[in-house]
């Protein structure tokens, strides 16, 4: 079906896994439905505007950039979202950051060495407040102590709340406490508790020293209904959140409290709670913006792990790590400190050198629950340059102006949405495009459904529209397990199937391949080991599928005997441990060599995948974070971020360095060309730029 004519399609139901029908405007519109009426009683019942999967909305752009954190408490950004905060405010990206809960706890402010310390959950909230100004303050350039503008800000439906401004030269940040309590006397965990009831009202903790002196109460929809209304306010042109979706984590009871983890899961209940709480207003700011041909708004989403960080080998580098870690020192703070306010100054139990001494290791990664490149690039038969991307929730397409120009026309929207950001992409012989997405199909608390899927878009003809949406399923059984599956990775093969991969629920890998006729198989679990997400695949000069993924004792390696065959495990590869997703290339004597940085390391390695013992040969390109690698005649082309975050390119021996140009995103994507080694990332301002050295395009 042509995607002019999806819109009047749009009563085709969305596929299960044995199903092949496309995803529908009547889909989207009973997702919402239950999303919004399933677990209230009747009269309660709210209804809202629905999101339409169907493509062809105008996409609202401003070019300016706003960048929006949500938060359960106060330090998850100084853990869990660093170093990418920072290198957004030192671009000069304007940041508001929005903390849900107080972050009381048991209202102690432990001072090390003094074990008679009292509660007091309103004092405990006012010095993490504190230890926050002190924390943007430094990284805003100033001294920790610089006084900040403290008001009370008013929200949807009524709601106020405290809010602290801060501004030196073009840098603004701004922080919104809503300090909803942690916890309750009926229901311990009260975040996760308002999520899952049917009818639950969270009265908020007062802050001592706040200029709000009135508590306010909340439930689940004036939640939603704030969070949106700020993002109606702000319109925040990229929005970092916590893990809606953490791993399954099996622990005894003593070392899930040790870890300060949910049952049955790598996280913190709140980080969940509020990460779904934030997924849920995203998804209603696109449904409300849109309705009555409304525009989508232009923004891009990152969520990023919490105490995932805790089980896998770590990735920042010494230099990087220390940065990171020094952010954390005055957001600790120091009871020996004259910071004027009486509560306390910071949150003592992180203060010193206590954040790189905790055997939790949160601080020493940084993860994204859903990685990959946030492009998709392909080139038309003209030499343009086309990019895929995913704004609002929802892929688009821009196109190059001209060939080689540089420059980027307004986003052509393709729906599909609520998409999660990464996209997988595959190119057919004959050149059309395929693109894969993780879709949120249900997000829904109050005890309803929360169900993903990977969906697919399909070009009609090469250059041409594309086809509605289908959906491939998942490879789970229940929303529980299916919430767990990655970013779908897909590669086109020279005998006409595509193989489309997703790290599953177990940690491990689930395939399915679609034959050179277009019809898909059964979903099939490849076995293997425990892997992280950030799949990578590549086909060999034999025309044989690899797929690789970063373990945490090496480098796990799935292939085929020969083309044509399923893919097996191949175990004992011997390679040596990866810090983050390996990038392999195609070699010319028919092999596989894979690019990545050991664990806090920042030289790139070049290793063989097979055969013989791993002998890995430094290739220096000093950074931190995954690398990207595509085969250029003159030799591998290497992508990837120097220790102060900057992209750098390797061409031959030469190295470039991306210095001008908006703040990227993570993950752009390499693509060679006619014209050599092209770069095509996002923008904080949500929009995509191109980088060509040799061609001194400086994006």
């Known amino acids: 079906m042509n995607i002019a004519h999806a819109r009047g399609a749009a009563a085709a139901r969305l596929s299960g896994p044995s199903r092949r029908n496309v995803v529908s405007a009547t889909a989207a519109v009973a997702a919402a439905a239950a999303l919004s009426s399933c677990s209230v009683p009747p009269a309660q019942r709210r209804s809202y505007p629905t999101a339409d999967p169907a493509p062809g909305i105008p996409i609202a752009s401003s070019r300016r950039a706003q960048l929006m954190q949500i938060l359960a408490h106060p330090d998850d950004d100084l853990y869990f979202m660093n170093p990418d905060t920072q290198r957004m405010l030192d671009a000069g990206v304007p940041l508001v950051c929005v903390y849900v809960t107080a972050g009381e706890h048991e209202g102690v402010n432990h001072i090390p060495g003094n074990p008679n310390d009292q509660a007091d959950k309103a004092a405990y909230s006012s010095a993490r407040h504190q230890g926050l100004r002190q924390a943007y303050a430094s990284l805003l350039g100033l001294g920790r102590f610089t006084e900040w503008t403290k008001d009370v800000a008013p929200l949807q439906g009524g709601h106020r709340a405290e809010i602290n401004t801060l501004v030196n030269g073009y840098r603004r940040v701004e922080l919104i406490f809503l300090n909803l309590p942690m916890h309750t006397r009926r229901r311990y965990m009260a975040l996760p508790s308002l999520w899952r009831d049917r009818a639950l009202g969270l009265t908020t903790v007062v802050a001592a020293d706040s200029p709000l002196r009135r508590a306010v109460s909340y439930d689940y929809d004036s939640l939603v209904d704030v969070l949106v209304g700020l993002m109606e306010q702000y319109r925040p042109t990229v929005i970092q959140t916590l893990d809606p979706d953490p791993d399954i984590q099996h622990s005894d009871e003593a070392t899930r409290k040790k870890d300060s983890e949910q049952r049955g899961y790598s996280d913190h209940g709140d980080h969940t709670a509020v990460a779904s709480f934030s997924w849920a207003a995203m998804v209603r700011w696109v449904a409300r913006a849109t309705k009555d041909g409304g525009h989508v708004p232009a923004f891009v989403a990152t969520a990023f792990r919490g105490y995932y960080n805790r089980h896998w080998p770590k990735n920042l580098p010494a230099a990087v790590l220390k940065e990171k870690a020094d952010n954390l020192v005055p957001y600790g703070g120091d009871p020996r400190w004259e910071c004027g306010n009486p509560s306390g100054c910071g949150d003592y139990s992180v203060g010193g050198i206590r954040p790189l001494k905790n055997k939790k290791g949160w601080v020493r990664s940084t993860h994204y629950r859903h990685p990959g490149s946030r492009t998709v690039v392909a080139a038309e038969p003209s030499g343009r340059l086309v990019a895929y991307g995913v704004l609002g929730l929802r892929a688009v397409r821009w196109r190059e102006t001209r060939p080689g120009s540089g420059q980027w026309g307004n986003p052509d929207d393709l729906g599909g949405g609520p998409l999660a950001p990464a996209l997988g992409g595959a190119t057919l012989k004959d050149g059309r495009q395929l693109l894969f997405a993780l879709r949120f199909a249900e997000i829904g608390g109050r005890g309803g459904p929360n169900r993903r899927e990977v969906v697919l878009l399909e070009q009609g003809s090469p250059g041409s529209a594309f086809l509605a949406w289908k959906g491939l399923g998942n490879p789970e059984r229940g929303d529980d397990r299916g919430r767990r599956i990655g970013v779908p990775v897909a590669v086109a093969a020279p005998d006409g199937r595509v193989h489309l991969f997703v790290r599953n629920a177990d940690k491990g890998i689930s395939t399915r391949v679609r034959d050179a006729s277009g019809d898909w198989d059964r979903w099939r679990d490849l076995g293997g080991e425990e892997v992280q997400d950030g799949l990578s695949t590549v086909v060999d000069r034999a025309g044989r599928v690899h797929v690789f993924a970063a373990g945490r004792e090496g480098v796990h390696h799935w292939t085929q005997d020969t083309m044509g065959l399923p893919l ?132």
């Open 568 to 699: 097996t495990y191949r175990a004992g590869g011997g390679l040596p441990v990866p810090g983050d997703p390996v990038a392999p290339v195609p070699t010319h004597d028919g092999g596989i060599e894979l690019y990545y940085r050991r664990p806090t390391a920042t030289a790139v390695m070049a290793v063989r995948a097979g055969g013989a013992p791993a002998r890995p040969r430094k290739e220096g390109f000093g950074g931190f974070g995954p690398v990207s690698v595509a085969a250029a005649p003159g030799g591998p082309v290497l992508l990837g971020k120097d220790t102060h975050g900057r992209l750098q390119l390797r061409t031959g021996r030469r190295v470039l360095t991306r210095t001008r140009g908006m703040a990227a995103l993570d993950a752009p994507a390499l693509h060679i060309g006619r014209s050599g080694a092209t770069v095509v990332g996002l923008g904080a301002d949500a929009h995509p730029w191109t980088w060509q050295p040799e061609a001194g395009t400086a994006g």
